[in-house]
C-alpha cells in the first residue's frame, strides 16, 4: 500500500529545485535513510527543527554543516519509530519552498505523536538544501529526546 507521501510524490510536477528537495527531505525521514537526507544538504547549511529553542535544541541556533545535520539525524530522526507525512499544501517561489503537513510518528511502545508542521525548505543554483525551518510545537512531542 502506496503511503499518502508516495502517492502526492507521484503526482508532483517536481521541476522547482525547492520543492523536490522538500519532498525528497521528508522521503527519506520516512524511509530512514540518513546517508541520502544529509546528502541533500550543501556543505554550510542549517536545519532549524524546530525554530527556537526546545528540547531538541536548546540554545535554538539549529544544526549547522553537515557534520550537525548528521548529529541530529542520529539524535533524533534516527530513533526507532515511524514516521508518515502527509503534505496538505505546498508552495514553491523563488530558491524556496513552504510546506505544510502532518507528521505522525509512531513509537515502539505503541504512542502517537501527531505533529501539525509548516517547514521552509532553501536551496542553492545546484538545488542542495541552504536552509529547514520548521515550525511546530515542540512540547506535543516525545520530551524524553
Known amino acids: 500500500m502506496k ?3 508516495q502517492r ?6 517536481t521541476t522547482h529545485p525547492a520543492q523536490r528537495a522538500s519532498f525528497l527531505s521528508l522521503w527519506h525521514s520516512r524511509e530512514k535513510n540518513k546517508n541520502a537526507w544529509v ?3 550543501a556543505d554550510d547549511a542549517i536545519v532549524e527543527d524546530p525554530v527556537g529553542p526546545s528540547c531538541f535544541d536548546p540554545t535554538g541556533a539549529g544544526y549547522r554543516g553537515k557534520i550537525a545535520i548528521a548529529q541530529f539525524w542520529d539524535r533524533f ?3 526507532p519509530q515511524r514516521s508518515e507525512f502527509e503534505v496538505i499544501q505546498s508552495f514553491p517561489a523563488g ?8 507528521g505522525s510518528h509512531y ?5 502517537v505523536y501527531v505533529v501539525p508542521v509548516i517547514s521552509v525548505y532553501r536551496t542553492n543554483s545546484e538545488g542542495k538544501l541552504l536552509s529547514m525551518r ?11 529526546a
Open 3 to 5: 503511503s499518502a507521501l
Open 8 to 13: 502526492q510524490w507521484e503526482a508532483l510536477d
Open 39 to 41: 546528502n541533500l544538504y
Open 77 to 79: 530522526m534516527g530513533r
Open 95 to 102: 530558491d524556496e519552498c513552504a510546506n505544510h503537513f502532518i
Open 107 to 111: 513509537q515502539p511502545d505503541g504512542t
Open 134 to 144: 520548521a515550525y511546530w510545537n515542540a512540547s506535543t512531542f516525545d520530551q524524553s
